[in-house]
């Protein structure tokens, strides 16, 4: 089984979000997914001003902006057009706790400054919760409640990794080792899902980003390792095996450069500020070797016409 070269926790769940967004809500808020359209996702800035215009800021995770299907009924009375916001944080810390009032502090500046609806969405990687449902951050002022925010979220450790693999979406085998896998059953598993993904005739950027996801969690220790490589070699899976050096070298190489996008994004935003739509569709369309030399060149320039980025 190769060894994962993934970065960390964040950057690789926002990147497998991105591309895999209506999955998410497939798998885990099916009804809600029924309500969205997305086919044209506005992905937004993800600096918010904690108390604008020169307070604390801090960057969200993922924002989206989109349309709700026609016929959807609209999130709240106020809507005048059906448009909302999707904001998703992913949290690894293995306690609910400390994001409870970062997810109000988010909420707030972004329900003020965009004047849309949000829903708010919390991805635990290491807390489970009930697994599905609605979480909440309240202040209480003596034994009077001032405050009560709640948000939902997905707790992966209580889900059942199994009902994953073998389900319709994607995106959830490859988050199933981050879900409630038996001991003895991890090997098996974690072979399933990667014969699903391997197998899938996704293109070879998102079936690298299902497989990294899927291989950065496997966490097998030396006697599953063991048996993991035991059932590659039988007949079942030969066909796996076949395509797994093809499809990792090829897609890992896709991976990379889709993270090397996002990293240089989030350079250039830190170094002059939010990006306009036409500058971030210039830095998209970069090939692999354009994209390396932006990354050179941003160390000395000071301007993005300096980049060639700008006119």
């Known amino acids: ?18 591309e895999f967004f209506a999955q998410f809500f497939w798998c885990f808020f099916p009804a809600w997914a029924e309500r969205f359209d997305f086919t044209a996702i506005d992905w937004l800035d993800k600096e918010v001003f904690l108390a604008p215009p020169q307070g604390k800021t801090r960057r969200s995770d993922l924002v989206a902006k989109l349309r709700l299907r ?8 106020g809507v005048s057009e059906l448009v909302a916001v999707v904001h998703v944080e992913v949290e690894k810390r293995t306690s609910a706790k400390g994001l409870e009032p970062r997810m109000f502090e988010y909420y707030v500046p972004l329900r003020r400054d965009l004047k849309l609806p949000v829903l708010p969405i919390a991805l635990f990687l290491r807390v489970g919760l009930k697994g599905v449902g609605w979480d909440a951050y309240e202040e209480v002022f003596w034994d009077h409640s001032i405050l009560r925010f709640e948000y939902a979220y997905v707790g992966l450790p209580a889900l059942d990794a199994e009902q994953y693999v073998n389900g319709e ?10 879900m409630r896998v038996p001991a003895a059953r991890r090997a098996e598993l974690y072979l399933e899902g990667l014969k699903r993904i391997v197998l ?3 293109n070879d950027k998102r079936r690298s980003l299902l497989q990294e996801c899927l291989e950065a969690y496997s966490n097998l220790d030396p006697a599953q390792r063991e048996r993991y490589h035991a059932l590659l070699d039988t007949a079942p899976y030969q066909e796996v095996k076949a395509n797994m050096i093809t499809t990792f070298e090829k897609g890992i190489e896709q991976g990379k450069i889709a993270e090397r996008r996002e990293t240089a994004l989030l350079q250039l935003e830190e170094r002059f500020g939010t990006l306009s739509p036409p500058v971030r569709q210039r830095v998209e369309a970069l090939s692999p070797d354009e ?11 000071q301007s993005l016409k300096d980049l060639r980025l700008e006119e």
């Open 1 to 18: 089984m190769p060894e994962s070269s993934a970065p960390d926790h964040d950057q690789r769940l926002k990147v497998l979000l991105k």
């Open 169 to 178: 979406h994607l995106l959830g085998v490859a988050l199933s080792q981050l």
């Open 200 to 202: 899938s005739g996704e």
């Open 291 to 301: 994209l390396r030399q932006l990354t050179r060149d941003l160390l000395k320039a």
């Open 70 to 77: 026609p016929g959807a009924p609209p999130p709240n009375e």
